[in-house]
């Protein structure tokens, strides 16, 4: 049986560094055979405030929130969370709204990772993969940290463009039909980090391509 992708990091123009159309990422992420697409946008709740649907496709909720050290995500919330607390006060501000709390690329320290203080965190799931992380070894590293760990596997394509949606992705065995049993899949530990990354020269072009 193949497994179900479910891209769970992905942008659209509701984010300050993204041009992404809302329609044409559901468009393309159900052209790429995708189960479900996580939009996380930095800060900001908009896209879901705007019940943007496709048939076939489920979507989750989320957001990709700035705290003093690094970026957190809330998968399965519609709400904003203020910038600028700390990764512990933002992952349980995460969970009292009922979300699932993700640590996107923990180890990239050309981006916004959290790096150590992922070690501090509780009732957390990693990104194994991460689409945009520029050298490999970052996703491989956290990779290593979930499975040592013992911790939820969750994977995104962090994508900026409509032609980076499904690079990575989570991977399940099973088909879910709701966000609840997606999330609860992932905290069972059924869901692994799969796909690939862009690479160096590639992440250089989406740079120009996103803020130009």
């Known amino acids: 049986m193949n497994d179900k992708r479910y891209d769970l990091h992905v942008h659209s123009w509701f984010s300050n560094d993204c041009k992404s159309d809302p329609k044409d990422i559901l468009k393309i992420a159900k052209k790429n055979g995708l189960s479900g697409i996580a939009i996380t946008d930095h800060n900001s709740a908009r896209f879901h405030q705007k019940n943007f649907k496709i048939d076939g496709l489920l979507i989750i909720p989320g957001v990709e929130i700035s705290t003093k050290k690094g970026h957190v995500i809330g998968l399965g919330i519609k709400e904003t969370i203020e910038k600028r607390l700390s990764p512990e006060e933002t992952v349980e501000k995460i969970i ?57 596997e969750t994977g995104g394509s962090d994508a900026h463009r409509l032609k980076d949606i499904g690079m990575a992705y989570a991977a399940c065995t099973e088909e879910m039909g709701t966000v609840d049993d997606l999330l609860e899949a992932i905290r069972k530990r059924k869901t692994t980090g799969e796909g690939t990354n862009l690479t160096i020269g590639e992440k250089m072009i989406r740079t120009f391509q996103i803020h130009f």
């Open 96 to 152: 009292d709204l009922g979300g699932l709390a993700t640590i996107p690329h923990p180890f990239d320290f050309t981006r916004k990772g959290i790096g150590k203080i992922i070690y501090n965190l509780k009732k957390i799931a990693v990104e194994t993969v991460n689409g945009s992380c520029p050298i490999k070894s970052f996703n491989t590293k956290a990779k290593q940290m979930a499975i040592e760990y013992n911790l939820p």
